[in-house]
């Protein structure tokens, strides 16, 4: 008995000991994590200007790191997925091949934030990499086969973005944005420009 009252007592001083040390790791991690958002899911719909794209839907995740919740620079990293319908034109020496697409977009850049506790405007910039597939082609005597071959191309986006905060961590937000694709080739030989809009909820970690 007297045995057992010893060891509780050392276990007992042991983790009084260690608890202000996990106090300390939970309170640093709450800390950095109000300066972590992340949108939970954004839904939105973009417009490509190519004359071989319709538009098409898209769907926006990311992750965002503040300095400041409010009036400072951001960074946001952004992985989103658009459908699109395409039509092209004597694609080795077949007329017209038509059907469904998508393209997922890698993108990371700054912004900054400004405005009071319930609404806010964020301007951003991200450049970043499509990634897509590409129809082609095999032609076999009288059987023309299509298949797809994976390809990316490099693109940027300037975002502007309308926020409502319900509280300090939790706000809706409607972004109007951009995206620019920098070469004439695949799906975009006549132009590389696309205008779109989402809507979503943002909330910070902790």
């Known amino acids: 008995m007297k045995y057992s009252k ?5 276990l007992s001083i042991q983790l009084f000991s260690v608890l202000p040390g996990f106090s300390q790791d939970d309170a640093e991690a709450k800390e950095l994590g109000r300066h972590i958002f992340l949108p939970s899911i954004e839904m939105g719909y973009v417009g ?6 319709s538009g098409g839907i898209i769907t926006k995740t990311s ?5 400041r919740n409010n009036n400072d620079i951001f960074a946001r ?3 989103d ?3 699109a319908e395409y039509s092209l034109e004597n694609i080795n020496t077949t ?3 038509g059907g469904k697409t998508s393209f997922n977009d890698i993108l990371a850049g700054v912004g900054y934030r400004f405005g009071d506790e319930k609404f806010r405007c964020f301007l ?6 499509r990634l897509y597939n590409y129809p082609f082609a095999t032609i076999n005597g009288n059987e023309i086969t299509i298949d797809q071959t994976g390809n990316s191309i ?5 975002t502007v973005g309308l926020e409502y905060y319900f509280d300090e961590k939790t706000a809706i937000s409607v972004d109007v944005f951009q995206n620019q694709v920098w070469e004439q080739r695949d799906f975009w030989s006549d132009r590389g420009d696309s205008f779109g809009f989402s809507i979503g909820v943002i909330t910070a970690l902790f």
């Open 6 to 10: 010893l060891t509780v007592l050392f």
């Open 124 to 129: 951003m910039v991200q450049p970043g990499i």
């Open 63 to 67: 992750i965002e790191f503040r300095l």
């Open 81 to 83: 997925n658009i459908g």
């Open 77 to 79: 990293i952004n992985y």
């Open 154 to 158: 490099f693109l940027t986006r300037a």
């Open 95 to 97: 007329n017209i091949i």
């Open 48 to 53: 490509n200007n190519a004359s071989a794209l």
